[in-house]
């Protein structure tokens, strides 16, 4: 089971790039790096997936380097409405159910 | 396309009863997962089902809990005879497929107390 470590928290300003860095060791040759961001009293919304290099989407960026043992999610601009708590998942290997192990996740708090 | 849907949103309970939370995947899903978070705490996984067959419940409690995702119908998270430490918020979320690219869409949670 590929473990993930990542920051509790982190602070940043209005129209700041932030990057949260998530390290998975032990991560299997067919694990998928995914990303969710959570609000408060609501379910995780997916952010984004990828598997290495680098990927984009309209919310986001996610870095993975050639060993895939860890990835960094990209936020570009952050507004106060980014407050919240991103996650860090990598799925189990070959035999996978699909279910997700969420680890604490970094609270992100956006100041004016 | 509407989202998941969990009913109720808040539900209160008395210990010793029971509680049942109701869980409709996305259309064109069948596959649903339960996950539960305590206060101040990440998402748990609980248990995954297809249509009538539980396929993972590794993570559900040994006692008082079951699930089900019938034929026809929402899949329900049962808790008997509830206790204290059961309040928490009870998230579904579903997939058209179980493979890990699969993204999974997660409904607003039911917020369980136990009084």
């Known amino acids: 089971l590929a473990k993930t470590t990542q920051p509790i928290s982190m602070d940043s300003y209005e129209g700041q790039e932030v990057n949260i860095t998530c390290s998975h060791n032990n991560i299997a040759t067919n694990d998928y790096i995914t990303w969710y961001q959570q609000f408060p009293s609501q379910g995780p919304r997916f952010i984004i997936q990828g598997y290495k290099t680098k990927v984009t989407n309209e919310v986001a960026s996610l870095f993975i380097p050639a060993d895939r043992k860890s990835s960094t999610l990209s936020l570009p601009r952050v507004s106060l409405s980014d407050t919240a708590v991103y996650y860090c998942?990598?799925?189990?290997?070959?035999?996978?159910?699909?279910?997700?192990?969420f680890g604490q996740g970094t609270t992100l708090q956006v100041k004016p | 396309n509407a989202g998941v849907m969990q009913n109720p949103r808040h539900l209160v309970r008395r210990r010793g009863q029971e509680a049942r939370l109701r869980c409709s995947p996305m259309?064109?899903?069948?596959?649903v997962y339960w996950y539960r978070q305590l206060p101040e705490e990440g998402l748990k996984f609980m248990v995954y089902?297809?249509?009538?067959?539980?396929?993972?419940e590794s993570g559900m409690p040994k006692e008082r809990f079951s699930a089900e995702f019938p034929k026809e119908g929402p899949s329900i998270l049962r808790i008997q005879q509830v206790v204290r430490g059961d309040s928490a918020a009870y998230f579904c979320?579903?997939?058209?497929?179980?493979?890990?690219?699969?993204?999974?869409?997660f409904g607003p949670g039911t917020r369980l107390l136990v009084l």
């Open positions: 979320a579903s997939s058209p497929s179980r493979t890990q690219q699969e993204t999974q869409y």
């Open positions: 089902l297809q249509k009538e067959n539980i396929i993972d």
């Open positions: 259309k064109g899903h069948s596959h």
């Open positions: 998942l990598v799925a189990l290997g070959s035999g996978n159910t699909g279910k997700l192990i």
